[in-house]
């Protein structure tokens, strides 16, 4: 996980731009890297495989409730190969996050994929079906 600096944020609009899936995450935007890059409670990772190939981007939020907003984006030509699970898992066991309450995550019913991914880290889900904004809430609970 390195902290995601502005060669990072290009490698993930280039991603995201080429991404005949990628309606399920909002396209990066300056205004979102700004965010990131300005507020505290927010952070973002470039995450790298064991070889050194760029995989995926990580955000976490964290609210004033001490719980975290996750959004996981995997790279197009990376996916289906179980960087999702592990990276949820590694970013699970970081010790920085053991202050926080429950991760939550919104999944849109469609997104199998991510929901599967979600499911096999460790997270539950909140409900069966949707909440107000249309996504499944997947749960995660620091033990």
Known sequence: FSTLDERAFQTYCIWHAADAAGHWVSP?????????????AARAW???AGD???VAVVQLDEETNHTGSLMLYVAPGERGRGHGRAILR???ARPV?????PIEAGIDPGNVASLRCALAAGFALASP???VEGLLKA???FR
């Open 90 to 92: 590694a970013l699970l």
């Open 52 to 54: 050194g190939r760029a």
């Open 46 to 48: 470039l995450v790298r």
């Open 97 to 101: 996050l053991g202050h926080l309450g």
């Open 129 to 131: 079906e949707p909440d």
């Open 139 to 141: 749960v995660h609970q």
């Open 28 to 40: 990066p935007t300056s205004q979102w890297f700004d965010y990131i890059q300005q507020t505290p």
